[in-house]
């Protein structure tokens, strides 16, 4: 237990210092500051606003940064693969520090995200929900880059695969199901086809924010029992979603880091 104390605690104070450099985070906090001013535009009802800007702002730039940051978190001790872990230290003691780390940059910049507006027009509760969906998308993403940088050996191949993973989270899913939407099959069994959108992380937080916050039902996701409760519990499915994402993309990244120092 000293042991694996000792190794997260480590991992954790080497990761923030080499994090400072790191141009993802960089780019990732400037967004967070840029977006969390835009709802002052309308100062009578920022903490309305805010959702609108917030959910396109992690959806197309944030996510994204936080799978690089993820990914280059990994990438950066590769090469000390080899000698690291001839050390009695745990890989599951080490990722968990990283993952410490990056918790403790990317929650903040959540946070960010809303001040303004909280501090505007009140902390209203959608800007809870808005900041803790933002905070948990962004983390399993990074989740998802740690897990790919500890299977992938070279840095542009798992570039490339970290991108085709984002481009088919957010663009992807929708597309194949909305190709497949006419199928009489489909049209038989709508929950299944309704299944991929729910359980993608970026899908699942459009629906989500779109309809918790704005009080309007997604075009086109059609009804029944399954969509019933998704979008009357939908803050409770993303956090147990992407509470399952975070944790097999831990299990995935301990697992490719084993890999690496048996090949």
Partial sequence: MTTMRSTLVATFQRELAEQRLNRFLHVHLLLSAAVSVLP??????????????????VLYC????SLLLGLSAAQGDSDEFPLLFTQPIGRAAWLAGKVAAMATMLVPASLVLVTPAALTSGLAWPLVVMAAAAAGVCLALALLGLAIGCWVHDHVRGLLLALGLWFTLLFGTDLALLALSGAPLVQQWPAAWLMPMML??????????????EQTAPAGIGTGAVVGWWLEHGALWLGLLLTGWML?????GVAGARRRLDA
Avoid: H, Q, Y
């Fill in 62 to 65: 944030l996510s994204l940064s």
């Fill in 40 to 57: 002052l535009f309308t100062p009578d009802a920022a903490d309305r606003a805010a959702p609108a800007w917030i959910v396109p702002a």
């Fill in 200 to 213: 993608n992380p970026l899908s699942a937080l459009r629906v989500t924010m779109v309809f918790s916050l």
């Fill in 248 to 252: 097999a993309a831990f299990a995935a």
